[in-house]
C-alpha cells in the first residue's frame, strides 16, 4: 500500500477535495520534489504552502505515522528538514530529532486510481495496457521511447564496461569480443563470446595479414578442428586438415588452449547461421581490418558501417557450410542487409556510445544514437506483439525501445514507473468526468 501512496504523491492524484493537515490547514502543493533513491528522505526539494505558508523542504511517507518512531526517524538529524509527514492512517504525532512537530497529510489515495492497478497486475493479456494505448499521442509514445532506448545503452555500457574489464581495459579486444557476440545471434551469443575471450588478440594480430591463419586460430580455438567433435561427418574435407595441421602449429607457439566445443548449438539452425559459416564472416571482418575500433569510430554515416561490413567470403566458405566434404547447392553468401543492421544495433551503436561515455565525447553518443534512428527495426515476436496493440515501430531506436520496455518493466510488472502504466492508472472513469456518484 505504501508504494501506492508513493506513486500518488510523485504524480499528484490526489483527491479532488482541498487538502489539509490533521490540524486542519490548508495544503497547497506547489512542487511535489524530487524522488530520492537514497537514504534519507523519500521526496527532496519538494514546496508548499501549508496555512498560506510557504514552505521549501523533503517529504517523507509513510502508511502509518508510527512508522516515523519504528524507523527512528525522530533520532536522526537527517529528517529533521521534513516539511510534511504523508501518511495513509494517523496514529499519532510526530517529531524531529529537536522535537519539532511536523505537519502530517492523511492521503487518500482515489479508488479509480487503485482500481486500474490491480486490473493491470491481473491481467493476462500482453501488454497488459493495450486497452489505453491507441488514445497515446504520438508525443508521449516518442518521449517515453527516447527515454528508454537510452537507458538500453546506458545498461549496455556497463555490460561493455565489466567486459573490457574482462580484455584487460582493451578497447580493440572489448570491441572484437562484443561483436563476436553479437554473431552467435541470440542461440550462440554466450559460446561466441567465450570463444572471443580465448583469443590473445595482441598475439595473433602479427598473423592478420593471412587469412587462412586467422581462419585456423579462430577454428581452432572454437574446438572445431577436433576430430572426435566432427564424428558426424566421416568424410572431411581437404581444407580442414590443413587448418588443423596449421592449428596444431599456431597453438603451440601462443599457447593456446580451444574452448569446449560441445556448447555450439546447430540444432533448428539455417546453414546459413551455422557458426561455422559466421565464424568464416568474422575472420574476413578480421583480416580485412574492417573489425576494428578505430574504423568504427571513424564511420560519419551509417552507410560508412554497411561498408564496413560488406565482405566476400573465401573460396572454400562460398561452397560450404561445414567441414563435410560435400559442396553446397548454393554458394554462401556473405552478410544480408538484415545481418548487417543486427550488427549495428546490437553491437556498433552500443560499443561506440560506450566509448563515447568512456571519452566524454557527446557528440559520439549522439552519432551512435542517430545510426540507431536510422536503422530499420529489428523484427521479432515482440515487436509483433505491441504492433498488435497500436504501437508501430518506425526506426530501430524504437524497436530497441519496446525490447527494454517488455523485459525492464512488462516482464517485472513494474507499470508504477512505466509512462504507458501511468497513463493507464491515471485514466478517469467516465461516470467521475461526467460529476456522477
Known sequence: MEYMLHYAWQHRMFPLAQLHTEQGEPIEVVSVGRHNSDAGPDFVGAQLKIGGVMWAGNVEIHLRSSDWYRHHHDTDAAYDNVILHVVSEADCEVKTSKGLLIPQLKLEIPVYVQEN???????????????????????TITSWFSALYVERLEQRTMQIAERRKQCGLSWEQTAFVTIARNFGFGKNGDAFERWALSIPMSAISKHRDDLFQIEAIFFGQAGFLNDSFQS?????????????????????????????????????????????????????????????????????????????????????????????????????KS?????????????????????????????MCQRAISFLEQTKPERNHIIAMWNEAGIECRSASESQAILQLTTRYCDAKDCLHCRFGYEYIKHTPSYLKEGEK
Open 117 to 139: 492497478y490491480d486490473a493491470l497486475m491481473k491481467s493476462d493479456r500482453y501488454p497488459r495496457c493495450r486497452n489505453s494505448l491507441v488514445s497515446l499521442s504520438r508525443l
Open 232 to 332: 558426424d561427418h566421416p568424410a572431411l574435407s581437404d581444407y580442414y586438415y590443413k587448418l588443423k595441421a596449421e592449428y596444431n602449429y599456431l597453438s603451440k607457439k601462443f599457447n593456446l588452449q580451444h574452448i569446449d566445443p560441445t556448447q555450439w548449438k546447430f540444432m533448428r539452425m539455417r546453414p546459413q547461421s551455422f557458426p561455422y559459416v559466421r565464424m568464416a564472416q568474422l575472420a574476413m571482418l578480421y583480416y580485412t581490418n574492417r573489425l576494428n575500433l578505430s574504423r568504427l569510430v571513424e564511420a560519419s554515416t551509417i552507410d560508412d558501417l554497411y561498408d564496413l561490413l560488406d565482405i566476400t567470403l573465401g573460396d572454400y566458405w562460398q561452397h560450404h557450410y561445414s567441414f563435410a566434404d560435400i559442396e553446397a547447392a548454393q554458394g554462401v
Open 335 to 363: 552478410l544480408s542487409k538484415t545481418t548487417k543492421d543486427l550488427i549495428v544495433i546490437n553491437s556498433v551503436v552500443p560499443l561506440l556510445f560506450a566509448y563515447g561515455k568512456y571519452k566524454a565525447d557527446e557528440n
